[in-house]
């Protein structure tokens, strides 16, 4: 059977291959290449070794302060996020009346794309503060609560969704059996479900980790890095290298290498904490 | 009586935290219907009197921006692009599901490879490779989500291949199926359940992306899709139009919400099928 499977290779593979080469193969490994090269177009790229890179960590070039931004966003985003949701899971696996509504419409905003929804946001902040004179770009500190509360106004009812699945999951025995042995409904909670639902923290916890860290339709919209680059996370700061200073494409691509190395090391992490996980049960 | 109390506490912070997820929604549509100079100064008040304006933000948004047309291009792109991607990425996951050799395994590592990779790795790049293909138009952009998407699309459906006993294929061929119609008329019809998914997480990542339109098209083109419309009524003017702004972020919104109104559980069920296997 697998023989004659292998004759329809330009059938089943080819045309998804085609376009995978275009949009990805192909570009990533010319991106990897032009890291080190000085260009303005793909076609003049001069080899110069590392001095993109040495230059993507100068002072000038904003990157590092992109990356405090981004890391300190993605911090408070990641455990308010999933904090939230969590309480949000737990009062609507009480079996109340009215249960489902509740879960369609707090897991709606979730569909809203970035754009949309953080020109909303910056609307709605901006009204706000309008009444006392300023603007969402007039402070930094502004654009972070800004991004933090538009994060978990999108994000919440989604990672909900998998904490409510989860906690389905946990044995109504094992819930009885506490109660019997006189567990508080706070032991209950520690001791029982929090540890059962662990894999779904996992999962929450590197979703909302890894969508905050390459958020960028948001960060564009709600301020677009004002005031003075100051709300700028890591792919907008990619972004405006790439295409806000001419003769800075080498710089942007090297940025854009180091930004992949640590979304890898991310993934990667996820995957040995996962492993590890599964070894244990 | 405790437990009375309990379930009036729970319900009533479930309806504040309704009220704070659809406020801003609310928000915007109050202030479509408002006269463009009473936004800013009376944000939260009611359209009536003479801050209510009618349709006019409607319609001075539609013709400022031509967000009908962009709509259109939206849904020509969307609907071609996930069709491809269920058609041609279920081919594929399932060739190097039962093709076992070193290249199949290596194909596969490269395509679950590509969902680690970030956008701006190969934004640049990519750019310049569909300039000289002559990929910067409609049909071009759904050949390049077909590549995207292809990672995400092939690992999904490798996944549920796995678990299709092999008996059920080999009695089609032995009833004398060539590989395409077995894939066809017995292996495709199996997947249906993880196509729904697969299309649903396209679906709505193609119809909210921002960057890959408007860098490959661009906005000198009447190809716009609507994230690129909406970027450039506000990107481009300092003096924005913010009458016009809520009218378009409304409609924007609209044919989401009516998508997820009727077909909501499928979304939610695909949607955490697609997050706990990505």
Known sequence: MEKTLKKYFPVFVLPTLIAFSFSFL???????????????????????????????????????????????????????????????????TRKLR????????????????????????????????????????????????????????????????IYIAGLQNVPGELIEAAQIDGATAMQTLFRVKIPMVMPSITICIFLTLSNSFKLFDQNLALTAGAPMKKTQMLALN?????????????????????????????????LLVTRRKEVEQ | MRNKLGKTLTYLVLIAVTVVVLFPLFFILLNSFKGKFFISKQPF???????????????????????????????????VSAGLLILFTSMTAYYLTRVKTAWTNALYFLFVFSMVVPFQMVMFTMVDLAGKLHLRNPLGMCILYLGFGAGLCVFMFAGFVKSIPMEIEEAAMI????????????????????????AILQVMWIWNDYLLPYLVIGVSTPYKTIPVVIQ??????????????????????????????????????GVVAGAVKG
């Not at chain 1, 790439?242 to 996820?270: D, P, R, S």
């Not at chain 2, 990107?235 to 919400?257: C, E, F, Q, R, Y």
């Open chain 1, 26 to 92: 192909i570009p990533f490994i010319q991106g990897v290449y032009l890291s080190f090269c000085n260009f303005t177009t793909v076609g003049n790229a001069k080899w110069v070794g590392l001095s993109n890179y040495k230059l993507a960590f100068s002072a000038g070039e904003g990157f590092g302060r992109a990356f405090l931004f981004t890391a300190a966003f993605t911090l408070v985003a990641v455990v308010t996020i999933n904090v939230l949701a969590f309480l949000v899971a737990l009062l609507l």
């Open chain 1, 98 to 161: 009215g249960t489902n509504f509740f879960r369609t419409v707090f897991f709606m905003p979730n569909l809203i794309g970035g754009i949309v929804l953080g020109y909303t946001w910056q609307q709605m902040i901006n009204a706000v503060l309008h009444q006392h004179g300023v603007t969402i770009v007039s402070d930094p500190t502004y654009g972070f609560i800004g991004l933090v509360l538009l994060m978990n106004w999108q994000m919440v009812g989604y990672m909900m969704i």
């Open chain 1, 238 to 270: 990619i972004y405006d290298t790439f295409y806000g200073k001419n003769g800075y494409q080498g710089v942007g691509q090297a940025k854009a290498v180091v930004f992949f190395v640590i979304v890898a090391a991310i993934v990667v992490a996820q």
């Open chain 2, 45 to 79: 008040d009611l359209p009536v009197g003479n801050l209510f304006v009618g349709l006019e933000n409607y319609t001075n948004g539609l013709l400022k921006t031509g967000l009908l047309q962009a709509a259109g291009w939206s849904f020509f792109i969307t609907v």
């Open chain 2, 175 to 198: 009833d004398g199926c060539n590989p395409l119609q077995n894939f066809a008329r017995v292996v495709f019809p199996v997947l249906r359940p993880t196509a729904v998914t697969v």
């Open chain 2, 232 to 269: 450039m009524l506000v990107g481009t003017n300092g003096n924005k139009d913010m009458g016009a702004l809520m009218a378009m972020l409304v409609l924007s919104i609209l044919p989401i919400i009516i998508f997820y109104m009727a077909c909501q559980k499928y979304i939610i069920e």
